[in-house]
């Protein structure tokens, strides 16, 4: 794993020179380059590859998308309307959500948005508006989870996520009764799978296929790991590719049935394409025996995932010191949880970096995926973050300006009565 992934020293000093942190950056050239990757995979009976929106739904992200050849994948009605509006025509847009109010159902049925029914009610309440004849997805859970902690595992029986694949023949006789046409089966079980758990995966999703007489595309979901340190691993694309494509040459050998192929990633598009760039603010020790602390301008609210998951981002020092130093890098919240080096027990987890003064740039990458988009907004008040993309000029455009105190107080009432 290098340091400063897409950036180089010059464009971090001119970046810093120009933009006050901390803001994201985003190279289009990486979010190409790994679109390509999963573009490559050799399905024998056809791809289409769908983006998961929730990763990182900034408009300029999701045009550089399209623009790539994928497809959808939204995680709420929010984000439906936010590609409609990006100019994302709806036959591209799939919604697979946890939650589903009628009213916007009655939205995506009008704008022809593919619906992905992820429960029996789901699927009951699209019944009672959409027209007869209408195709649908269902979403199972194989009965198979995966991913790096049970926060990020969204199969098995400890998971909500999808139609329990022993209850498919209850979805079958509904989809039936209302006249509804189940063309396409989904599974996504979490997030960080190898390719051992793709082929068991896609065995027990077939297996849910062959109840099924009418499914004619397959959808596996996403979780294509990308090792954001050294310490980790990425799941090897072209293995999987391989293990999908022998499972279903397999499956169409034995039953005649050949299934269109979705993927719909998110993390492995977008995560080491993003850098959060932020400042040193401040460095602390509580003696001899304690820690130093590496304070920066940055902390959970924008970027939550090392509180939530404890996830390691590599935080880089931008300096040309030679001493290295143990420090702590603490967010700039009010929270002893608001931590950027802490392992997964919760106990500190001091990192050797390069010395750092106060005022010196830092970078935090593989800040891509789930961290502009898994903000926590205003906590402390803080303001949203400014984003940035790289184009393939390495010309950086602002795609998200820095919140204003205007902004975060826009729609806070104060009854008459309080005045
Ligand atoms: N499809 C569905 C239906 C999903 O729920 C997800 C992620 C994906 C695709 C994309 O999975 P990916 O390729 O990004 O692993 N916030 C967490 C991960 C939870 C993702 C939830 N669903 C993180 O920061 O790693």
């Known amino acids: 794993m290098q340091h400063f992934t897409f950036l180089n020293k010059e464009l971090i000093s ?5 933009h006050s942190t901390p803001f994201y950056i985003y190279s289009q050239n990486t979010i190409e380059q790994q679109c390509e990757t999963i573009l490559s995979i050799p399905a024998p009976f056809g791809l289409t590859a769908r983006y998961a929106i929730k990763a990182n739904p900034n408009t300029a992200i999701l045009k550089v998308i399209e623009n790539t050849g994928f497809h959808f994948d939204a995680s709420s009605e929010y984000e439906v309307i936010r590609c409609l509006k990006a100019g994302i025509s ?4 799939q919604l697979t959500s946890q939650e589903m109010s009628s009213e916007h159902l009655e939205l995506i049925i009008k704008e022809g ?14 019944a009672t508006l959409a027209p007869r004849g209408s195709e649908i997805s269902i979403r199972i859970n194989p009965g198979l989870g995966s991913g790096s902690s049970r926060k990020t595992n969204v199969g098995g029986p400890s998971s909500s996520f999808g139609i329990w694949f022993e209850q498919v023949d209850e979805a ?31 065995s027990l999703t077939l297996a849910v296929a062959r109840q099924l007489p009418e499914v004619v595309t397959l959808n596996l979901g996403g979780g294509f790991k990308v090792a954001r340190h050294a310490g980790e691993v990425s799941t090897s694309i072209e293995a999987v590719g391989k293990v999908v494509a022998d499972v279903l040459l ?17 993390t492995f598009l977008v995560a080491n394409a993003g850098s959060l760039i932020c400042s040193v603010d401040d460095i602390t020790t509580t003696g001899d025996n304690g820690y130093t602390f590496l304070k ?24 040309d010191s030679t001493n290295e130093v143990e420090y702590v890098i603490t967010g700039h919240c009010c929270e002893s949880g608001d931590l950027f080096s802490v392992s997964a027990d919760d106990t500190l987890e001091p990192r050797l970096l390069p010395e750092a ?36 000029q390495d010309k ?18 104060l009854p008459t009565y309080l005045t």
């Open 14 to 18: 001119a970046l810093t020179a120009e």
């Open 90 to 93: 709806a036959d591209k847009i």
């Open 113 to 126: 948005v593919r619906f992905n029914a992820c429960s029996l009610e789901q699927l009951r309440r699209y």
């Open 172 to 202: 079958k006789q509904l989809a039936a009764d209302c006249g509804l046409r189940i063309t396409r089966l989904h599974s996504h079980i979490g997030s960080g799978a190898d390719p051992a758990v793709w082929e068991r995966a896609a």
């Open 250 to 266: 397999k499956e169409a050998q034995e039953t005649g049935r050949e299934y269109h192929l979705e993927l719909e990633p998110g």
């Open 296 to 319: 920066i301008n940055a902390g959970m609210d924008m970027l939550t995932r090392p509180a939530l998951y404890a996830a390691h981002h590599p935080c880089i020092p931008f300096t």
């Open 357 to 392: 003064q106060i005022g010196d740039t830092l970078i935090i990458e593989g800040a891509g995926a789930y961290c502009a988009s898994m903000s926590l907004k205003n906590y402390n008040s803080f303001p949203q973050v400014a984003e940035l993309i790289l184009d393939n």
């Open 396 to 413: 950086a455009h602002t795609i998200r300006q820095r919140e204003s105190m205007e902004q975060i107080l826009i729609n806070e009432v």
